[in-house]
């Protein structure tokens, strides 16, 4: 597989920060994927606490 491929595979091969700060940047201006950028981030943290925010949608 090419290394410029888009695929699971190489864009866990950026690691961390890098992908933190590509999300940022591609959520900016909607606020749709915003809203499901911290979806993700609370379910991660606490999953009682997406459900609440699932329910404020």
């Known amino acids: 597989m090419s ?3 888009l695929s699971q ?3 866990e091969k950026l ?3 890098t992908l933190a700060a590509l999300v940022v940047g591609l959520v ?3 606020a ?3 809203r499901h950028a911290r979806m ?3 379910a991660a943290q ?3 606490e997406a ?3 699932t329910r404020a949608l």
């Open 9 to 11: 595979a190489n864009l």
């Open 15 to 17: 690691g961390t920060e």
């Open 32 to 34: 749709a994927l915003q």
């Open 28 to 30: 900016q201006g909607s």
């Open 46 to 48: 606490a999953p009682k």
């Open 51 to 53: 459900a609440t925010d």
């Open 40 to 42: 993700e981030t609370s």
């Open 3 to 5: 290394k410029k491929t």
